[in-house]
């Protein structure tokens, strides 16, 4: 077999060009995950960049290889999201006039982040495709350097020195999770690992509906359409790069598919209960140790959080989300005499069982009931399911027959 494009001497040489520039993210103990999966668990947290990122390891390594011409001329990359922060951030700070094609569409504030970080924007293409499109034409006419978000050697060794931080602070690691999108990561991390312990087991972590590299390793072919919304679009590709393909071929053991709930419950604890933002891309790593625990029963598992670029509302919708599912906020209804204080009465039972009234809702109108009586839907908060059947119990004996709404279907 021929040798591959990226060694471990190239990720020790990005090591060394990147010391001094990016600092060692941090490497933490997860005793909670510990416990669920039986193991001894560190998470990697690449959250803790300046952008928030690992894609800052890549870009500054590719960038810190342009040679006077090229940092004269400019780079030019394809990204709505962190390849566009790590891109712009080191090309500012290093004075390489940088151009970011965007999609159209992309969201106001990861446009403006972009420019304020001295890049040049430019919208183009109503997708990813498109964009990146756009992206090579302009750098062969305006004859700027292509920064490719995964498929180039400098960018996977750039990634790699992720590996060589991680064993260092836990050199008896014996699994390596790792999310995967175009491949860039989990290349550089095998490179690195393998070398360094041969016998250690790198697992690839991709969104179900983005399965391409997951279904390229078992020859089939890589889906062709959109796979639809996905919490962790930072992973959403549906077509890894050539060199990263060969490199995962040969140095990653197995792929693991998560679904969308897995991620979401996974970006949930590790806000909850380690206090860790991360996307839904960072924390894939951590929805496939929640989909198998018992794989990793006895093992000491390091897990590459990614990214922590998550938008703020869709986090807070997320941990709404979750209280839900955990009995913890629900929405009841109640049958009603519409008679003076009957409301007070019911407030008075759901607050003397330390229950708490979020949202009210008093039907008499557009609900089949009879005239003399209402139905009363409560958003409430509760501790736990078992509250709320206590809750619910309560109600019923005070003669306001109750029961739980479980989604929009129960209106």
């Given at each position: 077999?021929?040798?591959?494009?990226?060694?471990?001497?190239?990720?020790?040489?990005?090591?060394?060009?990147?010391?001094?520039?990016?600092?060692?993210?941090?490497?933490?103990?997860?005793?909670?995950?510990?416990?669920?999966?039986?193991?001894?668990?560190?998470?990697?947290?690449?959250?803790?960049?300046?952008?928030?990122?690992?894609?800052?390891?890549?870009?500054?390594?590719?960038?810190?290889?342009?040679?006077?011409?090229?940092?004269?001329?400019?780079?030019?990359?394809?990204?709505?999201?962190?390849?566009?922060?790590?891109?712009?951030?080191?090309?500012?700070?290093?004075?390489?006039?940088?151009?970011?094609?965007?999609?159209?569409g992309t969201p106001f504030t990861k446009i403006d982040r972009t420019e304020a970080l001295g890049a040049t924007v430019v919208l183009a293409g109503d997708g990813l495709a498109a964009a990146r499109r756009a992206a090579n034409a302009l750098?062969?006419?305006?004859?700027?350097?292509?920064?490719?978000?995964?498929?180039?050697?400098?960018?996977?060794?750039?990634?790699?020195?992720?590996?060589?931080?991680?064993?260092?602070?836990?050199?008896?690691?014996?699994?390596?999770?790792?999310?995967?999108?175009?491949?860039?990561?989990?290349?550089?991390?095998?490179?690195?690992?393998?070398?360094?312990?041969?016998?250690?087991?790198?697992?690839?972590?991709?969104?179900?509906?983005?399965?391409?590299?997951?279904?390229?390793?078992?020859?089939?072919?890589?889906?062709?359409?959109?796979?639809?919304?996905?919490?962790?679009?930072?992973?959403?590709?549906k077509q890894p790069g050539r060199i990263t393909r060969r490199i995962v071929a040969t140095l990653v053991d197995d792929i693991v598919l998560v679904d969308e709930a897995a991620i979401e419950n996974a970006v949930k604890f590790l806000i909850?209960?380690?206090?860790?933002?991360?996307?839904?891309?960072?924390?894939?790593?951590?929805?496939?140790?929640?989909?198998?625990?018992?794989?990793?029963?006895?093992?000491?598992?390091?897990?590459?959080?990614?990214?922590?670029?998550?938008?703020?509302?869709?986090?807070?919708?997320?941990?709404?989300?979750?209280?839900?599912?955990?009995?913890?906020?629900?929405?009841?209804?109640?049958?009603?005499?519409?008679?003076?204080?009957?409301?007070?009465?019911?407030?008075?039972?759901?607050?003397?069982?330390?229950?708490?009234?979020?949202?009210?809702?008093?039907?008499?109108?557009?609900?089949?009931?009879?005239?003399?009586?209402?139905?009363?839907?409560?958003?409430?908060?509760?501790?736990?399911?078992?509250?709320?059947?206590?809750?619910?119990?309560?109600?019923?004996?005070?003669?306001?027959?109750?029961?739980?709404?479980?989604?929009?279907?129960?209106?």
């Amino acid at each position: 077999m021929s040798a591959l494009p990226v060694s471990l001497a190239d990720v020790r040489r990005a090591a060394a060009a990147l010391s001094g520039a990016i600092a060692a993210a941090p490497t933490v103990a997860a005793p909670v995950l510990s416990e669920i999966a039986g193991a001894e668990v560190w998470l990697k947290l690449e959250t803790q960049h300046p952008t928030g990122s690992f894609k800052e390891r890549g870009a500054l390594n590719r960038l810190l290889a342009l040679d006077a011409r090229q940092r004269k001329g400019g780079v030019v990359a394809m990204s709505a999201g962190n390849h566009a922060q790590g891109v712009a951030f080191h090309a500012g700070r290093l004075q390489v006039p940088a151009t970011i094609v965007m999609p159209r569409g992309t969201p106001f504030t990861k446009i403006d982040r972009t420019e304020a970080l001295g890049a040049t924007v430019v919208l183009a293409g109503d997708g990813l495709a498109a964009a990146r499109r756009a992206a090579n034409a302009l750098a062969k006419s305006r004859g700027l350097t292509l920064i490719h978000p995964y498929d180039d050697p400098a960018v996977i060794a750039g990634q790699g020195t992720i590996a060589l931080e991680l064993l260092a602070d836990v050199p008896a690691l014996d699994t390596l999770i790792v999310p995967i999108g175009g491949g860039g990561l989990i290349s550089g991390i095998a490179v690195a690992a393998k070398a360094l312990n041969p016998a250690l087991s790198v697992i690839g972590v991709q969104a179900a509906l983005y399965p391409a590299m997951y279904r390229l390793l078992r020859g089939e072919p890589a889906a062709t359409a959109d796979g639809g919304t996905t919490l962790a679009e930072g992973i959403a590709v549906k077509q890894p790069g050539r060199i990263t393909r060969r490199i995962v071929a040969t140095l990653v053991d197995d792929i693991v598919l998560v679904d969308e709930a897995a991620i979401e419950n996974a970006v949930k604890f590790l806000i909850e209960r380690q206090r860790i933002v991360a996307e839904g891309a960072g924390a894939a790593g951590v929805a496939a140790l929640f989909a198998e625990p018992g794989r990793y029963r006895g093992r000491k598992v390091g897990v590459v959080v990614s990214g922590g670029n998550i938008d703020a509302r869709l986090l807070a919708s997320i941990l709404m989300r979750g209280l839900v599912r955990e009995g913890c906020l629900v929405r009841l209804r109640s049958e009603l005499p519409d008679l003076p204080g009957t409301l007070a009465r019911v407030a008075g039972i759901v607050g003397g069982l330390g229950a708490n009234i979020v949202e009210v809702h008093h039907q008499r109108l557009f609900h089949d009931t009879s005239v003399k009586r209402a139905e009363l839907d409560l958003v409430v908060e509760t501790q736990n399911r078992r509250h709320v059947d206590a809750l619910i119990a309560a109600l019923v004996a005070a003669g306001f027959p109750t029961q739980l709404l479980l989604g929009a279907e129960d209106n």
